[in-house]
């Protein structure tokens, strides 16, 4: 992290009221700190002081990146610094997330916290995913919290066979499967039953989704583990790889998906105080309103 | 159901190996017995003693239908016969299913009985679908096991409503929703962390998919129930609705999915000594192999 | 019930100061309206105008029986005027809860709805036990929620029996069983994965607790079975069994439980504007603090 | 491991009539071999070429130790060679166990590699399990699958605290806890809705029992991780601890329970092709008899 920060590149859905509130807060406050801020050549803002560039940019120019939104907004910000190591603070919408930590009222000070290089941060690793076709053809991408073998369309199940290392686990039946990363432990993996993994813990969970078998578990294995993901031919099987919630390609009989972790981290600031079980137990209502037998 | 058997259809996919070799011992074996056999105009079977006529007439013409395949097959068959009290006779190719419950090796004998009408008939009841779209179009359909409303794509997760009776029960945010019949409680639902409800019990299963919030659990709700579901507005939304698999339409916001008992009832023939847990105990791997700790 | 009411009983933990403190507030209300009150003759109670008796008499005593607490004080309610009809009204300590449904804040007016015979009433079915000891003692209680056999002590886990209506249905190896009322449904049972079922459905569910063959999945069976539960032969097998968490006494090899629907009901009483959906909404969280993917 | 193999202790419930049929077989064997074999100077075995010996002696004396019975067994004989580094090979009674994986049929050949000391060897780490009373007494012991703080008696559930590294993580509501190694991941842990570990992932699972909060989750850390649990005061509360099924003592208020990764490791010895993900198909039965929708 370049420091003092001169350059701040801003991602969000800014047609998203809340979103737009925030930014317009933020705007003039960093061009008051003298930053340069960046928005997306397309973004949906008014006349500001601001410099619009192609978001592949962002991870070129920019000090620094601030991710006004949701998680979702988060992982996308994550894909454009991944490979250039600019850092990234969350700034929610209003319901705090697990990668949005920075809630919209403290924003500006957590802000200028960053500015001076005051903010903790947190290296977490990404997932890479390497998809290849039958006929040989590549796909590759980076994901921070999960790489998802999904049935497209609403069509039959998958039969499908995962391999940890060459080893042959097993022939899963069902919705597809998810190789989540520590961080996206929390994330979809966490609805199909995975459970929490520590955000630095070395390990990625398999976790099928609605598995047929009702013992076919969440496996939780070594972050220096390559797991691969093959397709059984079955009719009218058609199957979907996405990268945090972006498509990838598609998986088909005779293809395979690899998935390991990557050379690369992002680098996520936090705020003061941050505490990640403090975190999840906001997130999880843990120890709020138990019922009583 | 009427006796004698003079004319029974035969539903498969006649193209897999497994079900033409039933089919093979099959049709000359109802043959000399003097039955009529119906199949699909286009089914792909050699020359053979039988009748086609095109599906939607197995209803009216046939005293019998037997499904030889899987639950796939079965709930295909149900779907043809269900307004007209034809009873069904389920033979499996391999694996017992939860509804073909007839082994391979055991075709023949329990064929023989069903003919006679010596076979213990058992009634189900099936769903009946709703779906109005925005604009007021209907489509509806029956089914025997469920009725699903599920993310269409590989895309974001869905947020939606559910109502029984009218009554509002909860907004979820997850990749969909099962309705499913006692009957279905072992298929897609039990995936999704349903209950197994007796097959004769008057209840509907409200199960989500893979559900953000972790305790939006399974609700067993009255079989007398109408249970609605309503989509939120939500970028890139799209959902499905499909009935046993098959697609019934898409739910936009401002459409809604009604489900509700349908008068129609399925009767399933079975095979003498068959027995619901038997069947259980046998699918789901119960008292075997048990672990030790 | 009987109008108007001249004698109301409560029950409560008398030595916890927030339920100290409603009953405080209550006693002086009921004596104003004329009502006698009466208290267990053990109770921790000041000095103040209320009727010492034994509880086993609040059943023939009472017009209306109000429970100060949690679930287990109304369970214990329950218990006392099972056989008697007296409606029961749940005054809950500050969390609201899925059988005490009246707030702290909205007692008193509550209180004298009941005493005028303006709330709404809700009969709910009870579960009868019958423990059968090898040497042919019979033990046999009633219980709103639950019926629970649970391994005794820290040991072993139990090998165990069950059999619907006289059908075997499985053999378990685990930490027990729960056999739930509707009620109960979101009880004990909805820890150990059970559905929730609707307050009125006739229903059973059958949920193992901690079952070592992950595919030993919750039964939901009609109200109007009979469950019997056996314990298999191990060695340091030690069993107990609870109906709402009070010890109805051991199980042992060659004995057997039977739980089966009671002829009794219980009488709950509830304030306005009460709603099932609303108050599992309240209790499970749902609809609020969903994490975003 | 000590060659040629001179002593080798034999450790099971000799009075169980399988375990008897293998170690008839065992004694002789081994005694063919020269090797002197051990047994406990209480075991129920008659007259016999062994030498009785305190079991406590095992570790000092016996260059292996051979457990025949189920994983119960091997987790017994686990804690005798634990600060020995003694190697230990399993021979189960029938089913195949996650530890006791050498088949019946297997064992004569198997052994007969392991006197060679041909047989593959696997490190395990234990677990460290120090349980503080109040009164500051301590008691401590080693656990290879896991430590279990339960509920004692059939009683009421218990409200605790847990900690990693001193950070406070969550109160739970609940029958109790389990903090499981990487190998005891697939034993109690599993039926708690705990996920598999790799058997050599460094990381320890900590699983809620029956916990009410529905979102308290399984939690998987760094196997260097120092977890503690207390247990907050009311009002019945008894709390047990228990080393792989063993009880270490009573959790009191004001008393606390702490698990770390041991220093001690036990070696596991495998018969040859043995594979940890072949073992789960077998034991969790994936794979097999998958029922179709």
């Known amino acids: 992290m370049a420091f003092p920060v001169r350059t701040c ?11 737009a509130e925030s930014v317009a807060t933020l705007v003039p406050h960093l061009a008051a700190a003298g930053v340069t801020v960046l928005v997306h050549s397309q973004a949906a803002l008014g006349p500001a002081p ?3 560039v192609a978001e592949e940019d ?34 929610n919408r209003g319901r705090v997330g697990f990668l949005t930590d920075v809630m919209p009222q403290d924003m500006l000070a957590s802000v200028d916290l960053a500015l001076r290089g005051e903010l903790s941060s947190d290296e977490r690793p990404l997932l890479a995913a390497r998809l290849v076709c039958a006929g040989g053809k590549v796909a590759e991408a980076l994901a921070l919290n999960d790489v998802v073998m999904q049935k497209h369309d609403t069509g039959r199940t998958l039969e499908f066979e995962t391999r940890v290392n060459g080893a042959y686990v097993n022939t899963h039946d069902g919705d597809g499967i998810i ?18 993994l520590e955000p630095h813990l070395d390990a990625l969970v398999i976790a099928p989704i609605c598995a047929h078998i009702l013992s076919d578990r969440p496996i939780v294995v070594s972050g220096r583990s390559v797991v691969e993901v093959t397709l059984l031919e079955r009719p009218d099987t058609q199957a979907h790889v996405t990268c945090d919630g972006m498509v990838l390609g598609a998986l088909v009989p005779g293809g395979r998906l690899q998935i390991r972790t990557a050379a690369e981290r992002v680098t996520l600031l936090h705020p003061p105080g941050q505490d990640y079980y403090k975190l999840l137990r906001s997130k999880l209502h843990w120890g709020r309103g138990s019922f009583e037998r």
């Open 9 to 19: 590149a801003l991602v969000g859905r800014f047609a998203d009221a809340r979103v």
């Open 50 to 52: 601001v410099t619009r």
């Open 58 to 91: 962002f991870g070129l120019r920019a000090d620094l990146v601030i991710a006004v939104g949701g998680d979702g907004t988060l992982l996308h910000a994550a894909r454009l610094v991944a490979r250039h190591g600019v850092p990234l603070l969350g700034v």
């Open 179 to 196: 190789i989540a990363s520590a961080t996206g432990s929390t994330a979809y993996a966490l609805s199909c039953g995975g459970p929490i």
